[in-house]
């Protein structure tokens, strides 16, 4: 085990923590990888050390379950991951040309970082927003109904050092250290920061109240 | 349902809070009757919960429709040891993006679902399985749950009736398998999220091989409205067998895509309607039902009841209702590849049918797709969909065959094109909704 001092006594204290959620020590290990992720910005080999002495797996059983998952990474991951739905709907409605232009843009390809560390770019498969297509994901945060031209304002916003404000989320968008460590089920104190709902979730509330339906007599 | 000339009603139940003002906090969801369910489902005896959703005819919304009452029933008599409820909460379906905004609008209708749910079954710690992929969700579930604690809806001797329960949200981390009931038990137990053999079945060795339950979001959410307002209300809504409301999704080349709660049985023309239309200048080409897994439909399906009778007898499944909407600009070669690969990226790799089939379906259907194919190809996409449906080691590999077979059933011609053509006839900047010239270089991949 290499983490210093502490940084190993404040993840031991964090790991006990996840533990005391589980009925069963093993069931933390997905928040607890979440968790060496919010340390190292990836899933480090310290941080799969790590989870295997504290649940006394071989690190060969926690790799297995690591590498099962997109959402850990295998090398040091950007500050801001950019995710461009390309699953169908995404795609058909524009999601291939964001991705396209935002790849062009940035200089890299699916799963790669830039150099400086700033940005990851992926392609996503679908992340429940379909309504609001195209789709793109910030650090895991909603950025509905995009164009080339949104998904090109968010690298500039980032290059500038400007914070970036999601469409369904909170304020502004925490890095993806800090969202691996909301992930490992530690509150950042962001849940009453946006809003309730996009039109397109209230499409059939808004039909409703036009059309005077009240909805089955309760 | 109804004859010609009826107008189904949309009936915004589970949505009914989500355009308030902070729809999420515990002060508004009890401001609007939140929890008087729970108050009331404390005071009755726990066999009569489940009758009560038993008679409801209430059926799993998370795709498969197994009715939820009887799930309940099948676990064994208690043995003093512990027994769990699981929320289903992975959403990853393609199309599918309804339990998201419930999570995200009015989080506590599902916690109320899980108290009641998890007091009538007998179970003292619930988990909430959300993929990891919606950090704002999952802020917005943890909250709730620490509310509900604060509310005394949570802990020990809730309401001060012995009863004891706990909840734990647990965050995915990125596989659409996890979504499968057994896979996501894996997943919870911290390992890979692959699929178990069944029998045994959840019910009798779930979670840590205790009996378990697994429910969708959706369906444990509608469980307070059917112990608040009863199972004759619940059942007025519907068909004969699909009863209740639920939520479709409209998704693609409609003016108003969004939510819309309705009666069980209304039909994708009526829906249509409401959501203002295909756009502008365009008409429909093809559609899914259920999310990417349940085979495509046509114009000719408009009239099909969304229940899930009248949608398999038609063909397909009514899935998670997640009506993805495609039309005429659209390549459907070039649709059902890009699922294709999904299926072949999810695959888990356990079994040999789904790993390696859906590996060979992404092959050709890239090579058709890109004019690099042969008519051989079309033939053999049936072949390989052969060696994958039915065979694999749970539904994901039959999921991976729907979009291809049901494609080329009813657009056999169009990939015939794709390979007299050499290449794909559609022009995919006209499909997108917003202005671009097509671009003829490749794009980092």
Not at chain 2, 34 to 50: C, H, P
């Amino acid at each position: 085990m290499t983490y210093d001092e502490s940084t190993a006594k404040l993840l031991a204290k964090d790991a006990a923590e996840i533990f005391a959620r589980y009925p069963v020590r093993r069931s933390a290990l997905l928040p607890l990888l979440h968790l060496v992720q919010s340390v190292d910005g990836y899933v480090s080999p310290d941080g799969i050390q790590f989870c295997a002495e504290q649940l006394d797996l071989s690190s060969a059983e926690v790799s297995a379950v690591a590498t099962f998952y997109t959402q850990y990474k295998r090398r040091p991951n950007g500050e801001y991951q950019l995710g461009v739905c390309t699953n169908t709907l995404c795609a058909v409605m524009g999601g291939d040309e964001i991705w396209r232009q935002l790849s062009e843009r940035v200089g890299v390809g699916h799963d790669e970082t830039t150099a400086d560390g700033k940005i990851s770019l992926e392609r996503l498969e679908c992340n429940a927003g379909c309504d609001y297509a195209p789709v793109m994901m910030v650090n895991w945060e909603f950025f509905d109904n995009m164009t080339p031209e949104s998904a090109l304002q968010l690298v500039d916003d980032i290059l500038a050092g400007k914070d970036l404000v999601p469409t369904r989320g909170a304020d502004k968008v925490v890095s993806f250290k800090e969202a691996s460590r909301v992930l490992a089920g530690f509150d950042d104190g962001r849940a009453d920061e946006g809003v309730s709902a996009g039109r397109p979730s209230l499409a059939g509330l808004d039909k409703a109240k036009e059309q005077g339906w009240k909805g089955q007599d309760t | 349902m109804e004859g010609a000339g009826h107008v189904t009603q949309l009936t915004p139940v589970l949505s009914a809070t989500w355009g308030l003002e902070h729809s999420w906090n515990f002060d508004t969801y009890r401001a609007h009757g939140g929890y008087e369910a729970a108050t009331k489902a404390l005071a009755m005896d726990q066999a009569d919960i489940i009758q009560a959703v038993k008679d409801s005819g209430l059926r799993g919304r998370g795709g498969a429709g197994f009715p939820t009452g009887m799930k309940w029933g099948f676990l064994p008599a208690d043995d003093g040891g512990p027994r769990y409820l699981v929320v289903n909460a992975d959403e990853s379906e393609p199309g599918a993006c309804k339990d998201m905004p419930t999570m995200m609008a009015a989080p506590h209708t599902l916690i109320e679902g899980v108290v009641i749910t998890s007091f009538a079954i007998g179970c003292d710690h619930a988990f909430i399985y959300v993929r990891g992929e919606v950090i704002h969700v999952y802020r917005r579930l943890m909250k709730a749950v620490a509310e509900a604690y604060d509310n005394g809806w949570l802990g020990t001797n809730i309401k001060g009736t012995g009863f004891n329960l706990d909840v734990t949200v647990h965050a995915g981390a990125g596989a659409y398998i996890c979504g499968e009931e057994t896979a996501l038990l894996d997943s919870l137990e911290g390992r890979r999220g692959q699929p178990r053999l069944k029998p045994p079945f959840p019910a009798v060795a779930g979670l840590y091989a205790r009996p378990t339950v697994v429910n969708n979001v959706e369906s444990i959410a509608s469980v307070p409205s059917i112990i608040n307002h009863g199972v004759d209300w619940f059942t007025s809504m519907g068909t004969d067998k699909s009863k209740g409301m639920g939520l479709f999704s409209l998704s693609g080349h409609v003016n108003r895509p969004g939510q819309y709660e309705a009666p069980l049985g209304i039909t994708p023309r009526e829906l249509l309607e409401m959501a203002g239309g295909i756009r502008d200048g365009h008409t429909l080409k093809f559609w899914t039902p259920g999310g990417s897994s349940t085979p495509i439909f046509t114009d000719d399906h408009l009239d099909v009841p969304l229940d899930y009778e009248s949608v398999g007898a038609a063909g397909s499944m009514l899935g998670t209702r997640s009506l993805q909407i495609f039309d005429d600009t659209t390549c459907v070669v070039r649709a059902v590849e890009r699922w294709t690969e999904f299926y072949k990226h999810e695959s888990c790799g356990k079994c040999t049918p789904c790993r390696e089939g859906t590996y060979w379906l992404d092959l050709i259907m890239r090579r058709l797709e890109t004019g690099r194919g042969t008519m051989a190809d079309i033939q053999q996409l049936l072949d390989t969909c052969d060696s994958i449906a039915g065979r694999a080691f749970c539904a994901l590999g039959d999921a991976a065959t729907a979009p291809v077979i049901s494609s080329v059933t009813l657009f056999r011609e169009e990939y015939e094109r794709h390979v007299t053509e050499g290449g794909c006839p559609f022009d995919p900047a006209a499909s997108a909704l917003f202005d671009y010239d097509s671009a003829p270089e490749e794009a980092h991949a």
